[in-house]
């Protein structure tokens, strides 16, 4: 699985999963922190609807972790402060680079996780949905 | 202006900031940052929003350490904000991947998609209740499980719902015009300081990092007649938008390849401002242009206002204040605005002097003359 869908599932989940597949690689291989945990910020380029064309909105602040494991060095990535989770990421990011054995068998359950985010924000979308409206407009 | 310098009072210095750590300790109640995350979320976002920071953590403990103060807070998020790295830029945010949590429109009661009032204080009646006086937490929990319950009984569908821009419906109609999408590299105030004639990007960067009550003056004042524009809004959405990146040192630029690194909560306006253009025939006819306006957060107000500002600022017209980029741009900004008028308390004890011995050596010429 490659890295777009990966960490969006990771993120966006409970992340006992991420912690899962991390501890499961550290457990078994030597990983090396290349840049502990730290709060940064990254600039939100976006395209506005009026002309189409970019500007930067702003800063977000994001929390980066850089490890190497097997030669490979893995970054996490992820908004606000979350030391952990970033370090997860960035040890699952090395491992799919180092293309560890062990991450053939988490595919089944990233898919899993993914159809449980999906129902997830469905359900809520659905909750919202009681919140749909019909203006009407009288007759004078 | 030259500045001279002034020294002393470090002990009364050192008593007034003791007295500020007394003044918020001694009623001996201790606010957390989870409770005003729980419930200032408009703060937080204005914070977020004037600052250009997003962090809701850290909105809130500038919110706590700056006792409520937006100014203060503001200036304790740009402050920190200059001390972090930024080391990456996002891909561009693609407002259409929202997930919307409110959208409604004022021009179209039929939007494709459908109107969606979300949580909003529009339809309530502004009248104190009297009952949070005394709220119990006990009382809460159970209307949270109520509502909860009541909520459980909801179908909901297989798949996630996108909703389309109701802009790019009317485009499709030819209702307006359409614009290839333009990649050029945005301008960066934070980076370079800002030129007149000035760039759209820049002016949209600005606003969005505005003071949230000196951007509502300035729209208001364009409906008012100090502009000239006064538009219908089209669309309004507030949710919340994916952020990926590549990585910096990236050669592939498969896209399947980014890091996705979270959400942030954002409110989108299109407003739509007829204006009168000539046709082929060259005779006046009626078209609509587009205000765009976007802010951290929840805040629908100073989005509405700035995307009147941005189409009064795309028609340049210095017989109107809120047409002139330099008035608008130059303004807004909290920290700029705030610094500024708040230096005048610092001493100014050798201008101030050097202004009055000036009039008092013209009083002393006038009564010599007199005499």
């Not at chain 2, 100014?71 to 080391?87: G, I, N």
């Not at chain 2, 204080?121 to 006990?138: C, I, V």
């Not at chain 2, 015009?177 to 050029?184: G, I, M, S």
Request: hydrophobic share 35%; proline share 4%.
């Amino acid at each position: 699985m490659k890295r777009r869908r990966r960490t969006e599932i990771l993120i966006q989940g409970d992340g006992r999963l991420a912690k899962e597949m991390a501890t499961s690689v550290t457990n078994k291989y030597e990983c090396r922190e290349v840049t502990a945990p730290e709060q940064g910020m990254i600039m939100v380029k976006m395209r506005e609807s009026a002309k189409n064309s970019l500007f930067y909105m702003g800063e977000v602040l994001i929390t980066e972790a850089k490890v190497e494991i097997s030669g490979e060095i893995g970054t996490g990535l992820i908004v606000g402060m979350d030391e952990l989770r970033a370090e997860y990421l960035a040890i699952i990011d090395a491992a799919f680079k180092a293309q560890l054995p062990e991450m053939q068998d988490w595919e089944l359950r990233l898919l899993e996780e993914e159809r449980q985010i999906n129902k997830a924000k469905a359900q809520q979308q659905a909750e919202l949905f009681k919140t749909k409206v019909n203006f009407e407009t009288m007759e004078v | 202006m030259g500045y001279v310098p002034v020294k002393g009072g470090t002990q009364a210095i050192d008593a007034s900031i003791k007295r500020l750590t007394y003044e918020r300790l001694k009623g001996q109640e201790i606010l957390e940052i989870k409770t005003i995350l729980s419930t200032m979320g408009s703060m937080v976002d204005q914070v977020m929003s004037e600052s250009s920071l997003y962090s809701p953590e850290l909105a809130a403990l500038a919110i706590k350490q700056g006792e409520g103060s937006m100014e203060e807070a503001v200036f304790l998020m740009r402050a920190h904000r200059s001390t972090l790295p930024r080391h990456y830029y996002s891909e561009t945010v693609e407002v259409e991947t929202m997930l919307v949590e409110r959208r409604i429109s004022a021009s179209f009661k039929d939007i494709p998609g459908g109107q969606l009032l979300g949580a909003t204080y529009d339809y309530t009646h502004r009248l104190l209740d009297f009952g949070m006086m005394e709220e119990n937490a006990e009382v809460n929990r159970k209307w949270l499980q109520d509502y909860r319950d009541s909520l459980s009984v909801i179908q909901s569908g297989q798949e996630v719902v996108y909703f389309p821009k109701v802009v790019d419906y009317l485009r499709e109609e030819g209702l307006f015009e359409t614009f290839e999408p333009d990649n050029a590299q945005p301008t960066d105030v934070t980076k370079q300081s800002l030129q007149f004639p000035t760039t759209r990007s820049a002016r949209l960067q600005v606003m969005t990092r505005g003071q949230t009550g000196a951007v509502t003056s300035f729209g208001y004042a364009s409906l008012r007649g100090y502009g000239e524009v006064h538009p219908t809004v089209g669309e309004v959405r507030v949710g919340k938008v994916p952020i990926y990146t590549a990585h910096p040192n990236k050669t592939d630029l498969d896209p399947e390849d980014q890091f996705y690194i979270g959400e942030i909560r954002i409110t989108e306006v299109e407003s739509f401002v007829p204006v009168t253009v000539k046709n082929t025939n060259n005779e006046d006819a009626l078209e609509f242009e587009i205000g765009y306006g976007v802010c951290y957060g929840q805040n629908e107000t100073k989005a509405i206002a700035m995307s009147i500002l941005d189409q009064c600022l795309e028609h340049p017209n210095t017989e109107f204040p809120t047409h002139d980029e330099e008035f608008v741009l130059l303004h807004i900004d909290s920290v700029e605005s705030t610094g500024f008028i708040s230096h005048l308390k610092l001493p100014h004890y050798v201008t101030f002097q050097s202004k009055l011995d000036s009039i008092r050596q013209v009083k002393k010429e006038g009564t010599a003359v007199e005499s």
